[in-house]
């Protein structure tokens, strides 16, 4: 069995930590006038609430908020769990699929950002202004002294390519870092503290090294426990929480099997430390449960109960390695 350390010198080898760092204007801002003159005119007791108000449609945003939540998704999906400050792994040779994968996020931040937000900017801040009456506070804009608001048809930047705080408030970064393994603590520090230092975190290090391949066999698990039991629940009669008859009868979408595929596809980037028994059952997988297509499991029976007993196995072969 490897020692701690010489598993962190794999681990360091074989993978990368990743972050993924993206930011956009926030649209709602705390309006202490309105809280105090609410909290006046009810008479209700200070510190029991406060008004909070949109400075801007948040809806304006949408497009925007899609794109972020598409490649957060995007980045889970394609990497590990890592440290507690966000940071993620993802095996070196998936690296740069993940970077690719990224970067198409990144090409579409940019441009609703750039060709529509941006430009779009000084007319939402007209319609907050027109929307908010006495709660409109010009100051609470960012780049507010180059908004040019004093025609509400078509309110404009005095000069867009001037703005500073505005385009501070959006960001779209992927940061690629090694590591660490216990011999990084190279500090001022007695020998005694820095051995502690190093033990600790070997002890953190190999904990997360077993949750990550952990999180791998349980998306292979699933995915193979999902197909099982869509295969051998098909045409078989839906039920209602009281096992009365729905009238329908069960089926799987084309996904069923595209599913497989596209976990076993994440493998490389997934398995961090190269273990061989992962990469056997992914091309057990690959081999027994991608072969017929969905329509042919649909048709055949004899296909759809080989696929099922295929799916079986596998799961019995994963038992051993997740127990």
């Given at each position: 069995?490897?020692?701690?350390?010489?598993?962190?010198?794999?681990?360091?080898?074989?993978?990368?930590?990743?972050?993924?760092?993206?930011?956009?204007?926030?649209?709602?801002?705390?309006?202490?006038?309105?809280?105090?003159?609410?909290?006046?005119?009810?008479?209700?007791?200070?510190?029991?609430?406060?008004?909070t108000k949109d400075?801007?449609?948040?809806?304006?945003?949408?497009?925007?908020?899609?794109?972020?939540?598409?490649?957060?998704?995007?980045?889970?999906?394609?990497?590990?769990?890592?440290?507690?400050?966000?940071?993620?792994?993802?095996?070196?040779?998936?690296?740069?699929?993940?970077?690719?994968?990224?970067?198409?996020?990144?090409?579409?931040?940019?441009?609703?950002?750039?060709?529509?937000?941006?430009?779009?900017?000084?007319?939402?801040?007209?319609?907050?202004?027109?929307?908010?009456?006495?709660?409109?506070?010009?100051?609470?804009?960012?780049?507010?002294?180059?908004?040019?608001?004093?025609?509400?048809?078509?309110?404009?930047?005095?000069?867009?390519?001037?703005?500073?705080?505005?385009?501070?408030?959006?960001?779209?970064?992927?940061?690629?870092?090694?590591?660490?393994?216990?011999?990084?603590?190279?500090?001022?520090?007695?020998?005694?503290?820095?051995?502690?230092?190093?033990?600790?975190?070997?002890?953190?290090?190999?904990?997360?090294?077993?949750?990550?391949?952990?999180?791998?066999?349980?998306?292979?698990?699933?995915?193979?426990?999902?197909?099982?039991?869509?295969?051998?629940?098909?045409?078989?009669?839906?039920?209602?929480?009281?096992?009365?008859?729905?009238?329908?009868?069960?089926?799987?979408?084309?996904?069923?099997?595209?599913?497989?595929?596209?976990?076993?596809?994440?493998?490389?980037?997934?398995?961090i430390t190269g273990?061989?028994?992962?990469?056997?059952?992914?091309?057990?997988?690959?081999?027994?449960?991608?072969?017929?297509?969905?329509?042919?499991?649909?048709?055949?029976?004899?296909?759809?109960?080989?696929?099922?007993?295929?799916?079986?196995?596998?799961?019995?072969?994963?038992?051993?390695?997740?127990?």
């Amino acid at each position: 069995m490897k020692s701690k350390t010489n598993a962190l010198t794999t681990i360091s080898e074989r993978a990368l930590l990743v972050d993924l760092s993206i930011s956009c204007l926030g649209t709602s801002r705390k309006d202490a006038k309105i809280t105090r003159d609410t909290i006046e005119r009810h008479g209700m007791k200070e510190g029991t609430g406060r008004f909070t108000k949109d400075i801007i449609d948040p809806k304006a945003l949408d497009p925007l908020k899609k794109i972020i939540r598409a490649a957060g998704s995007e980045h889970k999906e394609l990497t590990l769990p890592w440290a507690n400050d966000g940071s993620r792994i993802v095996a070196a040779q998936g690296l740069s699929a993940y970077k690719e994968k990224m970067k198409v996020h990144e090409r579409a931040y940019w441009d609703i950002l750039l060709k529509d937000i941006k430009p779009n900017f000084p007319k939402m801040v007209a319609e907050a202004k027109a929307n908010l009456n006495g709660g409109f506070d010009i100051t609470q804009y960012p780049d507010y002294k180059l908004l040019d608001l004093s025609n509400p048809a078509k309110p404009r930047w005095h000069n867009s390519s001037a703005t500073n705080q505005f385009d501070k408030k959006f960001g779209f970064a992927v940061q690629v870092s090694p590591v660490p393994t216990g011999d990084d603590f190279r500090c001022e520090m007695d020998t005694k503290t820095i051995a502690g230092l190093q033990k600790d975190y070997e002890a953190f290090a190999a904990e997360r090294i077993q949750g990550a391949l952990g999180s791998v066999w349980a998306r292979l698990h699933d995915t193979v426990e999902h197909m099982l039991e869509r295969l051998k629940s098909y045409g078989k009669p839906i039920t209602d929480e009281d096992g009365n008859p729905t009238g329908k009868n069960s089926f799987f979408l084309d996904t069923l099997v595209s599913n497989v595929s596209d976990v076993l596809d994440l493998v490389p980037l997934l398995n961090i430390t190269g273990d061989p028994a992962i990469n056997k059952i992914a091309t057990q997988m690959r081999a027994g449960l991608t072969e017929h297509s969905p329509e042919t499991l649909r048709r055949n029976e004899f296909a759809r109960n080989d696929t099922a007993n295929r799916a079986e196995e596998i799961l019995s072969k994963m038992s051993a390695f997740m127990a």
